[in-house]
């Protein structure tokens, strides 16, 4: 039976989980320029005076702290040299993660924070700056340059590829769980105007729902090491670690399944399936 690439694309935009994370962090990410009413059902308040009192005694500032909301449980304690710009909603933390094995209380500290959105038990320490990114529950970022995206984000999909041949009339536009046999069917369908244009009607609609204002770093994902990251997809427990730029990327990822990218790499305006793994030497 003929491989159905419409099928599968149809398909993907149902029952995407990369889909639905970027789904979920739109939302998240909504909320940095709401009303405070929608951030009181969302489950997020102003600071009160003892809260406000403690960030400072350890040495936190913000260009307004009007602009920091935060969730209920939120202990004060675990923030410490932060800087805040802009609108940040900050969660509760306990417990611990880990990093390169070692054991770190859950919290936020010597890091720049702007318009971003943290989850709840994540770590982010020694950011110089973290702009328009949602960050999962127990995510790590530590020792970021910089994690920062556009004001809108395909992280690679929508992009054409050449196909086996280089110059050109074999170009197959991406997404994220695009198969090998479905892009050669593609690049073997030149003559099929019909099934070319339906592909590119499923696709726009794809990466309609696709487009971010963000960065996503997923549940239980690391970013390590690594001096400039932007407008990525991180898939849950993705592991980026010594790389030298990432940007544009999705690298999708699931515990059992996890993608890394690691030891100098460059990535850019890539697509990264589950189990990868991009290395130097």
């Known amino acids: 039976m003929a491989y159905d690439v419409l099928k599968s694309l149809r398909e993907a935009r149902k ?3 990369f889909l639905r994370e970027v789904s979920r962090a739109k939302g998240a ?24 009192r403690t960030l400072e ?3 936190n500032t913000a260009q307004d702290w009007k602009s920091v909301f935060v969730a209920a449980g939120f202990d004060p304690k675990r923030v410490s040299r932060c800087h805040f710009a802009g609108t940040v909603l900050l969660p ?14 859950t919290g936020v500290h010597h890091s720049t924070l702007s318009a971003c959105v943290i989850g709840r038990d994540a770590f982010v320490r020694d950011v110089q700056l973290l702009h328009r990114a949602v960050v999962g529950e127990k995510a790590v970022l530590f020792g970021v340059g910089s994690l920062t995206a556009a004001s809108e984000n395909s992280f690679g999909n929508g992009l054409e590829c050449l196909i086996a041949i280089e110059t050109g009339g074999r170009e197959v536009g991406l997404f994220a769980e695009l198969t090998v046999e479905g ?16 592909y590119g009607s499923e ?20 970013v390590l090491h690594t001096p400039k990251v932007r ?12 790389a030298a730029l990432v940007e544009d990327v999705t690298v999708l990822s699931a515990p059992g399944e996890e993608s890394e990218i690691l030891s100098g790499s460059i990535v850019k305006s890539s697509i990264l399936q589950w189990g990868c793994e991009v290395a130097t030497g």
């Open 29 to 52: 990410f909504s909320l940095l320029s709401s009303k405070r009413e929608a951030l009181s059902k969302a489950g997020f308040k102003p600071l009160s005076t003892a809260q406000l």
């Open 15 to 17: 029952g995407s989980e």
């Open 57 to 59: 005694a350890q040495g």
């Open 203 to 222: 696709l726009s609609a794809y990466l309609k729902e696709a487009a971010s204002p963000c960065s996503v770093v997923a549940s239980g994902a690391k």
């Open 183 to 198: 892009a050669w069917v593609l690049c073997r369908s030149r003559q099929k105007r019909d099934l070319l244009h339906s």
């Open 231 to 242: 407008g990525v997809f991180l898939g849950p427990s993705a592991l980026i670690d010594s």
């Open 92 to 105: 509760s933390f306990s417990g611990t993660v880990e990093a390169e094995g070692v054991s770190f209380p």
